[in-house]
């Protein structure tokens, strides 16, 4: 295999593609989602169930490709993904409702057997052209003793950075200042972009995004709001 040197100036004159967050706020902060980055939300439940369901929808908007979505969460346990939400937030975007939902894929992964059994996703996200993967719910299914299994997990999602953007989404907490994501440590170590959300107790609609970890901005911290289908300026 050929290999080569690039400039950083070259990366830099010659950005990936980017998709909105849906707040001017967050995206200045982290500069938008980046193809070819891994990212890790964690914090409050409804700050990133609105954030990931506004991502599935943005990321066909602006790239014109589907959205595969990940979960290790059973319906039986409750619905992350509301279908009538990812409608309307189709239409508030410009795009048909149909399209918009034949165009995002669902893949439940309920025990680690399927975890790590994903080797026909590489092709599926190849063929797809798939730009935007999520993952939700990744911690609850690895305890301690399964900590091996979730790294092979992790190495399969590196392989898929490649050909797109990857976010993970987890709810859990360690304490901390502030607080960290649950798992082990590596967990942290292992995105590009690590952002921490907290709702406000006080004013519902608040919620406070810190920028924990990224490559190349510096941490700090912005105030958006839940807006019915994402996240919003004001």
């Known amino acids: 295999m050929k290999t080569e040197f690039v400039k950083a100036k070259a990366i830099f004159l010659n950005p990936r593609e980017r998709i909105s967050t849906g707040s001017g706020r967050l995206d200045a902060l982290i500069a938008g989602i980046e193809q070819g980055t891994i990212y890790l939300f964690y914090g409050d439940q409804e700050p990133l169930v609105r954030l990931m369901q506004f991502l599935a929808i ?6 014109n490709s589907p959205t595969l ?3 290790t969460i059973d319906y039986h346990d409750g ?12 239409v508030q975007l410009g795009l048909d409702p ?7 894929y669902v893949i439940n992964v309920f025990n680690r057997r399927q ?7 590489l092709k599926f996200v190849e063929d797809k052209g798939i730009r935007l993967i999520v993952v939700w719910g990744l911690t609850r299914l690895f305890s301690y003793e399964h900590y091996p299994v979730l790294i092979k997990f992790l190495s399969l999602l590196k392989e898929l950075q490649s050909q797109a953007a990857v976010v993970i989404f987890s709810e859990g907490l360690k304490n901390g200042t502030p607080p960290k994501p649950a798992g082990p440590i590596f967990l942290r170590h292992f995105p590009n972009v690590l952002v921490y ?3 406000s107790k006080r004013f519902k609609k608040l919620v ?8 190349y901005r510096s941490q700090g911290v912005v105030e958006v709001f839940l807006d019915f289908h994402g996240l ?3």
Do not use: C, G
Not at 80 to 88: C, E, F, R, T
Not at 209 to 214: N, P, R, T
């Open 79 to 90: 619905l992350v993904l509301d279908v009538y939400d990812l409608a309307y937030t189709a």
């Open 98 to 104: 149909e399209y918009a939902l034949k165009n995002i």
């Open 208 to 215: 406070r995004a810190f920028l924990v970890k990224h490559p």
């Open 115 to 121: 975890a790590t059994a994903l080797r026909d996703i």
């Open 58 to 63: 943005e990321n066909l908007r602006k790239t």
């Open 232 to 234: 919003s300026d004001r």
């Open 69 to 71: 979505i990940i979960t």
């Open 197 to 199: 959300f907290r709702r």
